[in-house]
């Protein structure tokens, strides 16, 4: 089975940066589709960015501009780097993937989060 593994999150100021990490292990043959979602408390889990296996990005209004994808297909990894942070993307980031096993069955594999918390 799949395995995700996030890092990078924390307490940050206002202005602040954090780079997300997701690696993920497993019996992967592929992987499609790498993502991070998040969820503050009282609020519904936003879809915050997505990057597919060939490199395209879409990322929530909210933080166009500020937040970055990228995938290390060596590493199964996928960073996201946060600039300029707020207080309102104080959230549990969590990391989701699509892919195919090694017996090509598909998967969507979620990871545990990560906690974001941006206060000063």
């Known amino acids: 089975q799949v395995q995700l593994v996030e890092s990078g999150g924390g307490l940050v100021q206002p202005g602040g940066s954090l780079r997300l990490s997701c690696a993920a292990s497993?019996?992967?043959?592929?992987?499609?589709?790498m993502g991070w979602y998040r969820q503050a408390p009282g609020e519904e889990r936003e879809l915050v960015a997505t990057?597919?296996?060939?490199?395209?990005?879409n990322y929530a209004d909210s933080v166009k501009g500020r937040f970055t994808l990228s995938r290390d297909n060596a590493k199964n990894t996928m960073y996201m780097q946060m600039n300029s942070l707020k207080p309102e993307d104080t959230a549990l980031y969590t990391c989701?993937?699509?892919?195919?096993?090694?017996?090509?069955?598909?998967?969507?594999?979620w990871g545990q989060g990560t906690q974001v918390t941006v206060s000063s």
């Open positions: 989701n993937i699509t892919g195919a096993l090694i017996d090509r069955a598909k998967f969507r594999s």
């Open positions: 990057i597919t296996s060939d490199g395209r990005t």
């Open positions: 497993g019996s992967i043959f592929s992987i499609y589709t």
